[in-house]
């Protein structure tokens, strides 16, 4: 589905603190989740993925954890950043759909301040 | 990984004209999609791009209105037709499907508005 509003929630972060940035997916029957960061004036880019029969994955200072009990995904990032401010998508796959497919979240802007 | 490129970037364009964008991958991709992102928003899904016929619209999404041709299994357009300011936001392109990757990745996107 669409999401909606206006403002994003945002992260505010020093220099070299470990960020986490959370997603509440909408529906139970998902099975595949991305997260993807959207720098000013470009396109997402792919961060890191996870399907629904793992509850996490570790990438390079990235780690992804998935609990469908409460459908919430999460990402972890290690040693901030100024490179990691951006915003924040989490998108999902419904089951029985393409995998190119995605419902997006709302999105979350992370700032990570020097 | 797949490289995607838009054109244009960026237009500025009257109420009531239209204005295609073009998607181009540097490698054949199986799906190609359209999304839509207004300001300060996340990302909505327009249509699948289908290759050699019509493409399949999401809720709200209709032909008329958008239409989009993939001739072939590395380029997409999508046409704003009979745009008003609502229309005013960014479209990206995406494919998924490239050779020995399952990710699905995005051009630069095309930013529009409308007066």
């Known amino acids: 589905g669409e999401s909606v509003g206006l403002h994003l929630p945002t992260l505010s972060v020093q220099e070299g603190d470990n960020s986490i940035i959370n997603c509440a997916y909408s529906?139970?029957?998902?099975?595949?989740f991305i997260w993807y960061k959207q720098e000013s004036g470009k396109g997402p880019q792919f961060i890191i993925d996870?399907?629904?029969?793992?509850d996490k994955r570790q990438g390079q200072r990235v780690t992804v954890l998935l609990n469908k009990t409460v459908k919430h995904l999460s990402l972890q990032i290690a040693a901030t950043q100024p490179g990691d401010s951006a915003v924040y998508f989490c998108?999902?796959?419904?089951?029985?759909?393409?995998?190119?497919?995605?419902?997006f979240g709302q999105g979350t802007i992370l700032t990570v301040h020097p | 990984s797949a490289v995607i490129s838009q054109k244009p970037s960026r237009d500025i364009c009257q109420r009531g004209t239209s204005l295609t964008i073009q998607c181009q991958v540097d490698?054949?991709?199986?799906?190609m999609f359209w999304y839509r992102q207004q300001p300060g928003q996340s990302l909505t899904l327009i249509a699948t791009?289908?290759?050699?016929?019509?493409?399949?619209?999401e809720s709200g999404f209709v032909i008329d209105k958008f239409p989009i041709s993939r001739p072939n299994l590395t380029f997409s357009t999508l046409t704003v037709s009979n745009m008003s300011p609502e229309d005013s936001s960014i479209y990206l392109c995406?494919?998924?499907?490239?050779?020995?990757?399952?990710?699905?990745?995005f051009g630069p996107g095309t930013r529009l508005t409308v007066l």
């Open positions: 998108a999902e796959k419904r089951e029985g759909t393409s995998y190119g497919k995605l419902t």
């Open positions: 529906n139970s029957a998902s099975d595949y």
């Open positions: 996870i399907r629904s029969n793992m």
């Open positions: 490698s054949q991709v199986t799906m």
């Open positions: 791009a289908n290759q050699g016929s019509e493409a399949t619209y």
């Open positions: 995406s494919g998924w499907g490239a050779p020995g990757t399952d990710t699905q990745y």
